[in-house]
């Protein structure tokens, strides 16, 4: 199994920022990516940027030049620095590693973060 926890969401006022922090634990081998999605209400989860295990990186056209994801592969942490943040970007930020496997990839995903923008 695999386990993801995820820290550094909170409150900021518009044009603040905020780095999010995810930790992997448990199987985390034959990593496809890891990355970061965002839901609100009655919306679809959404793709804000992810990072394949060859270190490639892709990002929601709302997020490119504000956000950027990075990882510490010793610590088997992948963060996301956001700066610049609007009221838009507030959501429940999830983390999520896609991993390979016999039936071709599985998603775990983490527990959420709340991140609210205010004006």
């Known amino acids: 199994q695999v386990q993801l926890v995820e820290s550094g969401g909170g409150l900021v006022q518009a044009g603040g920022s905020l780095r999010l922090s995810c930790a992997a634990s448990?199987?985390?081998?034959?990593?496809?990516?890891m990355g970061w999605y965002r839901q609100v209400p009655r919306k679809q989860r959404e793709l804000v940027a992810t990072?394949?295990?060859?270190?490639?990186?892709n990002y929601a056209d709302s997020v490119k030049g504000r956000f950027t994801i990075s990882r510490d592969n010793a610590k088997n942490t992948v963060y996301l620095q956001m700066n610049s943040l609007k009221p838009t970007d507030t959501a429940v930020y999830y983390c999520?590693?896609?991993?390979?496997?016999?039936?071709?990839?599985?998603?775990?995903w983490g527990q959420g973060t709340q991140v609210t923008v205010s004006s």
């Open positions: 999520n590693l896609r991993r390979s496997d016999f039936i071709g990839y599985t998603d775990y």
């Open positions: 448990g199987s985390i081998f034959r990593i496809n990516a």
């Open positions: 990072m394949t295990s060859g270190s490639s990186t």
